[in-house]
Protein backbone atom coordinates (compact mmCIF):
# COMPACT_ATOMS: atom_id res chain seq x y z
CA UNK A 1 0.00 0.00 0.00
CA UNK A 2 1.44 3.33 -0.99
CA UNK A 3 1.69 6.01 2.00
CA UNK A 4 2.95 8.50 -0.71
CA UNK A 5 1.97 8.92 -3.98
CA UNK A 6 3.04 11.95 -6.55
CA UNK A 7 0.42 11.11 -9.07
CA UNK A 8 2.31 13.18 -11.78
CA UNK A 9 5.64 11.31 -12.99
CA UNK A 10 6.65 14.37 -14.64
CA UNK A 11 5.98 17.93 -15.60
CA UNK A 12 7.54 20.76 -17.72
CA UNK A 13 6.94 24.63 -17.58
CA UNK A 14 8.55 26.95 -19.16
CA UNK A 15 11.81 29.13 -17.78
CA UNK A 16 10.31 32.06 -15.37
CA UNK A 17 7.22 30.57 -14.81
CA UNK A 18 6.17 28.74 -11.35
CA UNK A 19 6.44 24.81 -11.13
CA UNK A 20 3.90 23.13 -8.69
CA UNK A 21 4.89 19.24 -7.69
CA UNK A 22 1.94 17.86 -5.98
CA UNK A 23 2.64 15.26 -2.96
CA UNK A 24 -0.30 13.01 -1.19
CA UNK A 25 0.15 11.14 1.85
CA UNK A 26 -2.03 8.27 3.67
CA UNK A 27 -0.40 7.97 7.03
CA UNK A 28 -1.70 10.58 9.59
CA UNK A 29 1.12 9.64 11.88
CA UNK A 30 3.62 11.62 9.76
CA UNK A 31 4.77 14.41 11.60
CA UNK A 32 7.36 15.85 9.38
CA UNK A 33 7.73 16.43 5.72
CA UNK A 34 10.78 16.62 3.01
CA UNK A 35 11.93 17.73 -0.44
CA UNK A 36 14.75 15.98 -1.73
CA UNK A 37 16.33 16.87 -5.57
CA UNK A 38 17.70 14.34 -7.75
CA UNK A 39 20.15 15.08 -10.87
CA UNK A 40 21.30 12.47 -12.70
CA UNK A 41 24.34 10.42 -11.59
CA UNK A 42 24.05 12.13 -8.18
CA UNK A 43 22.43 10.98 -4.93
CA UNK A 44 19.08 12.52 -3.32
CA UNK A 45 19.92 16.16 -1.95
CA UNK A 46 17.73 17.42 0.71
CA UNK A 47 15.70 20.21 -0.43
CA UNK A 48 13.48 21.91 1.97
CA UNK A 49 11.22 20.64 4.77
CA UNK A 50 8.32 21.53 6.42
CA UNK A 51 6.99 20.67 10.56
CA UNK A 52 3.42 19.02 10.53
CA UNK A 53 2.75 21.86 13.06
CA UNK A 54 3.14 24.34 10.13
CA UNK A 55 1.19 25.23 6.69
CA UNK A 56 3.65 27.21 4.94
CA UNK A 57 7.73 26.98 5.05
CA UNK A 58 9.41 29.64 2.35
CA UNK A 59 13.17 29.74 1.31
CA UNK A 60 14.11 31.17 -1.57
CA UNK A 61 12.56 30.27 -4.50
CA UNK A 62 11.14 27.45 -3.02
CA UNK A 63 8.51 27.39 -0.88
CA UNK A 64 6.18 24.45 0.40
CA UNK A 65 2.57 24.33 1.44
CA UNK A 66 1.04 21.55 3.72
CA UNK A 67 -2.75 20.79 4.09
CA UNK A 68 -2.92 18.34 6.82
CA UNK A 69 -6.98 18.22 6.34
CA UNK A 70 -6.24 17.01 3.10
CA UNK A 71 -3.25 15.13 3.47
CA UNK A 72 -1.48 16.72 0.42
CA UNK A 73 1.34 19.57 0.40
CA UNK A 74 2.82 20.91 -2.92
CA UNK A 75 6.27 22.45 -3.84
CA UNK A 76 5.95 25.60 -5.66
CA UNK A 77 9.12 26.83 -7.37
CA UNK A 78 8.95 30.77 -8.79
CA UNK A 79 10.68 31.60 -10.82
CA UNK A 80 11.81 28.08 -12.38
CA UNK A 81 14.72 28.04 -13.68
CA UNK A 82 16.67 25.38 -16.03
CA UNK A 83 19.33 24.28 -13.39
CA UNK A 84 15.64 23.35 -11.55
CA UNK A 85 14.95 20.30 -14.24
CA UNK A 86 15.66 17.23 -11.72
CA UNK A 87 13.60 14.64 -9.90
CA UNK A 88 11.54 15.26 -6.79
CA UNK A 89 11.02 13.59 -4.09
CA UNK A 90 8.14 14.10 -1.51
CA UNK A 91 9.67 12.35 1.98
CA UNK A 92 7.78 11.98 4.85
CA UNK A 93 8.56 10.98 7.81
CA UNK A 94 7.59 10.07 11.49
CA UNK A 95 9.75 9.23 14.86
CA UNK A 96 9.54 5.44 15.56
CA UNK A 97 10.02 4.31 19.27
CA UNK A 98 13.81 5.59 20.89
CA UNK A 99 14.13 8.56 18.74
CA UNK A 100 14.43 6.82 15.33
CA UNK A 101 13.23 8.79 12.49
CA UNK A 102 12.70 6.73 9.19
CA UNK A 103 11.51 8.17 5.89
CA UNK A 104 9.24 7.27 3.46
CA UNK A 105 9.92 8.26 -0.71
CA UNK A 106 7.29 8.84 -3.18
CA UNK A 107 8.17 7.65 -6.56
CA UNK A 108 9.11 11.23 -7.59
CA UNK A 109 8.00 13.74 -10.02
CA UNK A 110 10.71 14.59 -13.10
CA UNK A 111 10.64 18.39 -13.91
CA UNK A 112 11.66 20.15 -17.25
CA UNK A 113 12.70 23.51 -17.31
CA UNK A 114 12.66 24.56 -20.91
CA UNK A 115 14.46 27.66 -21.74
CA UNK B 1 35.70 14.19 -0.05
CA UNK B 2 32.54 13.16 -0.05
CA UNK B 3 30.61 12.63 3.50
CA UNK B 4 29.06 9.77 2.11
CA UNK B 5 31.10 7.58 -0.32
CA UNK B 6 30.05 4.21 -1.88
CA UNK B 7 31.98 1.97 -4.00
CA UNK B 8 31.73 1.21 -6.61
CA UNK B 9 30.29 3.64 -8.71
CA UNK B 10 29.37 1.06 -11.50
CA UNK B 11 29.30 -2.57 -11.61
CA UNK B 12 28.66 -5.57 -14.26
CA UNK B 13 28.04 -8.47 -12.87
CA UNK B 14 26.97 -11.65 -14.23
CA UNK B 15 23.69 -13.80 -12.60
CA UNK B 16 24.67 -15.81 -9.51
CA UNK B 17 27.62 -13.98 -9.29
CA UNK B 18 28.48 -12.93 -5.48
CA UNK B 19 28.74 -8.71 -4.98
CA UNK B 20 29.37 -6.80 -2.13
CA UNK B 21 28.64 -2.46 -2.56
CA UNK B 22 30.25 -0.84 0.08
CA UNK B 23 29.12 2.61 1.78
CA UNK B 24 31.45 4.44 4.08
CA UNK B 25 30.44 8.26 6.13
CA UNK B 26 32.77 10.43 7.75
CA UNK B 27 29.55 12.53 8.97
CA UNK B 28 29.31 10.88 12.14
CA UNK B 29 26.60 9.79 11.96
CA UNK B 30 25.18 6.74 13.90
CA UNK B 31 22.10 5.49 11.04
CA UNK B 32 22.58 3.69 8.13
CA UNK B 33 20.25 2.71 4.78
CA UNK B 34 20.47 0.84 1.80
CA UNK B 35 18.16 1.89 -0.59
CA UNK B 36 17.66 1.36 -4.07
CA UNK B 37 16.22 2.66 -7.30
CA UNK B 38 13.93 1.35 -10.17
CA UNK B 39 12.48 3.54 -13.01
CA UNK B 40 8.97 4.91 -11.97
CA UNK B 41 9.27 3.09 -8.44
CA UNK B 42 11.04 5.52 -6.87
CA UNK B 43 13.29 4.90 -3.65
CA UNK B 44 12.20 1.49 -1.66
CA UNK B 45 13.98 0.82 1.47
CA UNK B 46 16.34 -2.42 1.24
CA UNK B 47 17.86 -2.42 4.94
CA UNK B 48 19.16 0.16 7.77
CA UNK B 49 20.72 -0.07 10.48
CA UNK B 50 20.04 2.43 13.44
CA UNK B 51 23.62 1.83 15.41
CA UNK B 52 26.22 -0.83 14.99
CA UNK B 53 24.08 -3.79 16.76
CA UNK B 54 20.58 -2.94 15.18
CA UNK B 55 20.00 -4.02 11.59
CA UNK B 56 16.60 -3.81 10.17
CA UNK B 57 14.98 -5.38 7.29
CA UNK B 58 13.04 -2.65 5.16
CA UNK B 59 10.25 -3.35 2.20
CA UNK B 60 12.46 -5.33 0.04
CA UNK B 61 15.39 -7.17 1.67
CA UNK B 62 14.77 -10.63 -0.31
CA UNK B 63 17.71 -11.21 -1.62
CA UNK B 64 19.98 -9.07 -0.07
CA UNK B 65 21.76 -8.95 3.68
CA UNK B 66 24.25 -6.28 4.91
CA UNK B 67 26.94 -6.04 7.27
CA UNK B 68 27.66 -2.99 9.60
CA UNK B 69 31.39 -3.33 10.47
CA UNK B 70 31.84 0.11 12.36
CA UNK B 71 29.93 3.15 12.51
CA UNK B 72 30.83 4.43 9.37
CA UNK B 73 30.65 1.39 7.22
CA UNK B 74 27.65 -0.37 6.00
CA UNK B 75 27.78 -2.74 2.90
CA UNK B 76 25.27 -4.22 0.98
CA UNK B 77 25.55 -7.90 -0.43
CA UNK B 78 23.87 -10.03 -3.56
CA UNK B 79 24.28 -13.24 -2.29
CA UNK B 80 23.35 -14.48 -5.73
CA UNK B 81 22.49 -11.85 -8.09
CA UNK B 82 19.64 -11.95 -10.22
CA UNK B 83 18.64 -9.72 -13.17
CA UNK B 84 15.74 -7.85 -11.55
CA UNK B 85 18.34 -6.41 -9.53
CA UNK B 86 19.83 -3.94 -11.98
CA UNK B 87 19.32 -1.05 -10.44
CA UNK B 88 20.42 2.40 -8.48
CA UNK B 89 21.94 1.54 -5.54
CA UNK B 90 22.02 4.77 -2.47
CA UNK B 91 23.39 4.50 0.63
CA UNK B 92 22.09 7.21 3.23
CA UNK B 93 23.09 8.36 6.54
CA UNK B 94 21.52 9.95 9.43
CA UNK B 95 21.95 11.35 12.75
CA UNK B 96 19.45 10.27 15.85
CA UNK B 97 16.63 12.93 16.89
CA UNK B 98 17.16 14.74 13.27
CA UNK B 99 14.76 14.44 10.30
CA UNK B 100 17.45 14.68 7.01
CA UNK B 101 19.11 11.95 5.32
CA UNK B 102 22.66 12.73 3.44
CA UNK B 103 22.61 9.99 0.47
CA UNK B 104 25.85 9.22 -1.46
CA UNK B 105 26.23 9.63 -5.28
CA UNK B 106 24.73 5.62 -5.61
CA UNK B 107 26.15 2.45 -7.29
CA UNK B 108 24.52 1.39 -10.63
CA UNK B 109 24.76 -2.00 -10.87
CA UNK B 110 24.02 -4.13 -13.77
CA UNK B 111 22.94 -8.12 -13.21
CA UNK B 112 23.52 -9.49 -16.94
Known amino acids: DQQVKQNSPSLSVQEGRISILNCDYTNSMFDYFLWYKKYPAEGPTFLISISSIKDKNEDGRFTVFLNKSAKHLSLHIVPSQPGDSAVYFCAPGQWGGGSNYKLTFGKGTLLTVNP | DADVTQTPRNRITKTGKRIMLECSQTKGHDRMYWYRQDPGLGLRLIYYSFDVKDINKGEISDGYSVSRQAQAKFSLSLESAIPNQTALYFC???????????FGSGTRLTVV
Open chain 2, 92 to 102: ATSLQGKTGYT
